[in-house]
């Protein structure tokens, strides 16, 4: 699976010299936000990033291109002010039944850092927001319940990440599980699902939403 990020989770911007007035645009309704991102997007091709199982690759407007390897088994992307970060997860030993967890992948311009949380608990990284060099979110699982990191500039902590089932089923692997993340402003907003099972039974799957203010 490829995923990629276009740099424009769109909610309001500078309005376009001498099409409308004012200083900026918000949309009426959500057919007019969706012809102006649609419109946003077209102009913001020209910086494109897509991960998948081997290596990060960038659209500069006329060709993909791998920058540098190195970003391997990453789950999502994202490029924020002044930094681009890719996350996923990696095994530990995995051939002798090794332990999945969660890796994030700083991109310097020449190279990919990584920066594991295998000292924290195991897991996987499904979604990143970049909000700033020092300030970036982090979202997937670890074992049967949601798990929520941000990277300090030096270090990940974990953030105290809901789960809407917090006494999932035994026959469960995973029960509370969380696939991405954006933010505005000091809001963050965190997508997923869980199952609504207890005991020995799976139950549904339901749409888990969350939102934190940090």
Not at 187 to 199: H, K, L
Request: charged share 15%; proline share 4%.
């Amino acid at each position: 699976m490829t995923v990629a990020h276009l740099k424009s989770k769109l909610i309001s911007y500078a309005r376009q010299a001498g099409v409308v007035s004012g200083s900026t645009f918000a949309p009426n309704d959500e057919g007019e936000r969706l012809r102006y991102a649609g419109y946003a997007l077209y102009r913001r091709t020209a910086d494109v990033w897509a991960v998948g199982d081997y290596d990060a690759w960038h659209f500069d407007g006329s060709a993909w291109t791998v920058p540098v390897p190195g970003a391997q088994f990453a789950a999502d992307v994202h490029a924020g002010p002044g930094a681009v970060w890719a996350v996923g997860s990696y095994i530990q030993s995995p051939y002798s039944g090794g332990v999945r967890y969660p890796i994030g992948y700083r991109f310097t311009g020449t190279s990919w850092e990584q920066h594991h949380a295998a000292d924290l608990d195991p897991g996987a990284f499904n979604g990143v927001a970049v909000r700033a060099a020092d300030d970036v979110i982090a979202v997937g699982y670890s074992g049967q319940f949601t798990y929520a990191l941000r990277w300090t500039g030096t270090e990940w902590q974990r953030l105290a990440a809901g789960n809407a089932n917090p006494s999932p089923s035994s026959t469960l692997a995973i029960a509370n599980v969380l696939l991405g993340v954006a933010h505005a402003g000091s809001t963050m907003w965190a997508v997923g699902y869980y199952y609504t099972g207890t005991g020995t039974e799976a139950g549904v799957q339901r749409t888990l939403v969350e939102r934190y203010t940090c």
